[in-house]
């Protein structure tokens, strides 16, 4: 076993793909092929699951994963600090990985905020919802994570920067009910966030602590972009709860009209999240520190 057998199944792991790793590698894929063949060989055990569309771990593929990954971090990062790869020509990146909401909505201006103090620094986006976030940064396949709910995940710690309203959107062409009474939503047809959904795993929280549950609600439709829910609440297909953030552009236009969620204002936190085991690549940390920078308030509730 060695290091390139490690990075390439790291590499078809993460894409699912051979031809993607080979690529990424700037090896042939026959070359990737044969380090994941040595590799299964000297381990003897089937590693990926091969089909016409795609490759997947298998349940010893999932367990070599997160030794190898952590590997092929180390091994980045002690490159990094003795200044390898920039002897080699390349330039070493951070991964960060973003659930919908602050990769639509607060992301665009950290990262303009970050490239005017860091122009060096490169780094990779992947937009996921924030259960999926979560998993990445734990299996560290990010760096940093940007999440809208502080879902479990092994080894991470979440870092509360921004406070974000949840609220209830209606199609502005009927009257509907404001105020601490919420029974009202229960008897409206409703589109959700997606399973996973940081917004609708919160909206959920705060439903039920003013005794509405989910079985109670006539759920029509579970939507992952929040673009598509604001354009169909717009319609009149149905109301939704949403953050304020993603809203806000349909409210102000008229197009749709906002209810808080009961008397007090329903808030939940947006959270940056790290592997805890591991240390911050140098990009990685300033990435966080400028986070904490720009949103202190958050933090010193």
Known sequence: MNLKQLEAFVEVAEKNSFSKAAKSLYLTQPTVSAHISALEKELGSRLLIRNTKEVELSESGKRLYEYAKQIVLLTAQIEQEFGKKEKRGEKPYFTIAASTVPAQYLLPNILMRFR??????????????????????????????????????????FVPFYEDELIVITPNSVKYQSGSALEWIAGEPMLLREEGSGTRKEAMKLLQRAGIEESKLQVIASIENPETIKRSVASGMGISI????????????????????????????????????FQLSAGASRFLKLIRKMYPVSEQK
């Open 242 to 277: 949403l953050s304020a953030l993603s809203a806000q552009d349909a409210v102000s236009s008229g197009q749709v009209l906002a209810f808080s969620l009961g008397e007090e204002r329903s808030t939940r936190e947006i959270y940056a999240v790290y592997n805890k085991n």
């Open 116 to 157: 005017s103090l860091y122009p060096m620094e490169q780094f990779r986006i992947l937009e996921s919802d924030s259960a999926r976030v979560v998993e990445k940064v734990a299996a560290r396949r990010a760096d940093i994570g940007l999440t809208g709910t502080d879902a479990a995940g092994k080894y991470c710690e």
